[in-house]
């Protein structure tokens, strides 16, 4: 999981839409180095995008049900509302640090808006599981052990 896949990855999505800076309403990165996104469409803001990208290849988009009852406002951010998306390794290096799992390793990073626009990282070992939950900047603020 690297910062480059994830600015590489949004940068050629901005350049397939055309656009500077992206709504997006998800952001998930993979240790198999892959990003999901799903991105709220510039030119049709009632629609969603999914994409994938491998640090070489984005996919074409794959269209997402919206409900005619889902507030896309409230739901989509920019990217550079989440300053954190920018140092992804650190991300991985505080949630193992703030787990302390013998063997521990980062199952996945998301970030979507639910209560708040808070990136999280799963920890997985083989006795046990966390989510470490980060700030918008990219602070600690709570380890939820699962």
Known sequence: MT??????GLAQLA??????????TSVDVAPVETLDVTVRNPARPDQLDRYTFDGEWLSDASPVMVSALEDLDARAFRLGDVPALSRVEALV????A??????????GISVNRTEGLWPTVMVESPRSR???????????IGVQQL
Request: charged share 25%; no cysteine.
């Open 3 to 8: 910062s480059a896949l994830v600015r590489d």
């Open 15 to 24: 350049a397939r839409y055309g656009v500077a800076d992206l709504q997006v």
């Open 93 to 96: 290096d505080d949630a193992l």
């Open 98 to 107: 703030h787990t302390g799992f013998d063997g521990g390793e980062v199952a």
């Open 130 to 140: 966390a989510l470490v939950v980060f700030d918008a900047e990219g602070t600690v």
